[in-house]
Nanobody, 114 residues
Framework: VRVVESGGGLVQPGGSLRLSCAAS????????MAWYRQAPGKEREVVAD???????NYDDSVKGRFTCSKDNTKNTMYLQMDSLKPDDTAVYFC?????????WGTGTQVTVSS
């Protein structure tokens, strides 16, 4: 399984970005999909888990601002990020889980700065 993130960039505080994660494989619909991020000098942390399911979980720091979704027809997961803050600056990673095996992308940089 190969996963590739895209959509990162530089945005001003209060702005929005939409990240995409394209995954290979014909069984995308049963992959557990998640978004993580890693800020400089910090550990990687989960942003949203079980995207596209009724059990989706968001980190408290992004609740109400970020929304993840999953389009099984396009083998793609999205992360809509609104009301961005400087603390959201990080490399954002996509993780696919299939039969207990994790597959990571290489990440996309998001920088929130004026």
């Amino acid at each position: 399984v190969r996963v590739v993130e895209s959509g990162g960039g530089l945005v001003q505080p209060g702005g929005s970005l939409r990240l995409s994660c394209a995954a290979s494989g014909s069984l995308f619909r049963i992959y557990d999909m998640a978004w993580y991020r890693q800020a400089p000098g910090k550990e990687r942390e989960v942003v949203a888990d079980l995207c596209g399911s009724e059990s989706v979980n968001y980190d408290d720091s992004v609740k109400g601002r970020f929304t993840c979704s999953k389009d099984n027809t396009k083998n793609t997961m999205y992360l809509q990020m609104d009301s961005l803050k400087p603390d959201d600056t990080a490399v954002y990673f996509c993780k696919a889980t299939h039969y207990g095996i994790y597959y990571w992308g290489t990440g996309t940089q998001v920088t929130v700065s004026s």
